[in-house]
């Protein structure tokens, strides 16, 4: 006896499925050189060294809020590369490489997204994309910072990253905390956008304990996830609720709270969003507060996040386009970061000579 056919109750505002080919598929067309890989391995190393305590270097995360445009990319990244290997006994400089933007409401939602900047909506096309840029640059000897949204990106692309963040309004998710647990690299979580570092301390206490939770294999096969834990997670700060947070008082309050995490070093301090007052303009004094307190012996500091692109400020999204100026949040421009790297070169040197006479 045929069943009653019952009025459909699933997928009723879903209108279209497209295929995705596995990460595997992907990273095997597009699979790391040797360079690449030794970058990758060598970037996370530093990384969690200086989160140990074992390499004293200020970490510097610094690169377009995000990326739209691979020529200007690779251009600033051939920039960064250079000026890395002069700085690079005092500063550990990591290239931003955002592919996800994280929207309040509606907006372009980045590379991986829309990579035609058209609305088609070709995640296929900006996967792909998206990994030939981590490749190229990496291949240059330049370590990638990056921030996962979407849960299912990492398998795609987490291989030839470096650094990670766990964006303000995905802290709090158990998600994002389920996946940084079993992420290969350091993982910042930023405090929440209300500026509670509360959340961000049970994000990194969270991440740090092993979990299991739904996701995909290498294969694209619906699977259960079993991970060990990331004993690298950490802090970050950037401000929020109309309040920057990277003063002393601050950076004690958070030193306090860190109390629960084990490395000395644990915190990094984002010098755009709430503690800029989202005026890109306003990062070089946020930098030079957070190097001043790190001369000044501020050992729970690890870092600073710059927003930095080859063109100052940032322009709209839809028309003719400025090259090499964001498409998202405004940046400094490459002279201004130049200028606060070697600057900020300078002092750690002569701090590092005055301490060893």
């Known amino acids: 006896m045929t069943e009653p056919k019952h009025p459909e109750t699933k997928n009723l505002r879903v209108t279209g499925y497209l295929a995705l080919s596995s990460p595997q598929v992907l990273v095997d067309q597009l699979p790391l050189s040797e360079c690449a890989a030794q970058t990758v391995i060598d970037g996370r190393a530093e990384i969690g060294k200086a989160l140990a305590g074992e390499d004293d270097r200020l970490l510097v995360i610094t690169g377009p809020c995000s990326i739209h445009d691979r020529a200007a990319c690779l251009e600033y ?16 400089i990591v290239m ?5 933007k994280p929207r309040t409401t509606v907006g372009w939602k980045g590379l991986i997204s ?39 990106v990492p398998q795609y692309i987490a291989d030839l990253v470096s650094w990670v963040a766990i964006g303000a309004r995905t802290t709090e998710s158990q998600t994002h905390r389920q996946l940084a647990s079993g992420l290969s690299m350091p993982v ?11 959340i961000g301390i049970d994000a990194v206490v969270s991440a740090r304990h092993p979990h299991a939770f739904l996701g995909i294999d290498m294969e694209g096969q619906t699977c259960i996830v079993q991970t ?17 947070n990277f003063s002393r008082a601050h950076i004690a309050f958070a030193k306090a709270l860190l109390e629960k995490v084990e490395h000395p070093r644990a915190l990094v301090v984002d010098c755009s969003h709430g503690n800029s007052d989202k005026d890109y303009r ?19 500091i690890l870092g600073a996040m710059l927003e930095s692109n080859l063109v100052a400020g940032n ?14 949040d405004g940046c400094i421009d490459w002279e201004t970061t130049e200028r606060l790297l070697r600057d900020a070169h300078a002092k750690l040197r002569s ?5 060893s006479a």
């Open 114 to 152: 829309d990579p035609r900047l058209d609305g088609s909506n070709d995640m296929t096309a900006g996967l792909t994309l998206a990994r030939e840029i981590l490749c190229e640059i990496n291949d240059l000897g330049l370590p990638c910072a990056t921030e996962f949204l979407d849960p299912i």
């Open 315 to 328: 322009q709209k999204y839809g028309g003719e386009l400025v090259y090499g100026q964001s498409l998202t």
């Open 282 to 300: 306003r990062q070089p004094e946020v930098f030079d507060a957070v190097l001043e307190q790190a001369l000044a012996g501020e050992r729970t």
């Open 96 to 100: 931003r490489v955002y592919f996800e």
């Open 228 to 244: 060990s834990g990331n004993a690298d997670a950490h802090l970050v700060l950037r401000g929020g609720g109309g309040q920057p």
């Open 77 to 92: 990244a051939k920039k960064l590369v250079e000026l890395r290997r002069e700085v690079g006994d005092e500063l550990l």
């Open 188 to 198: 910042g979580f930023k405090n929440s956008t209300d500026g509670s570092l509360q």
């Open 351 to 355: 701090e590092r000579r005055k301490l």
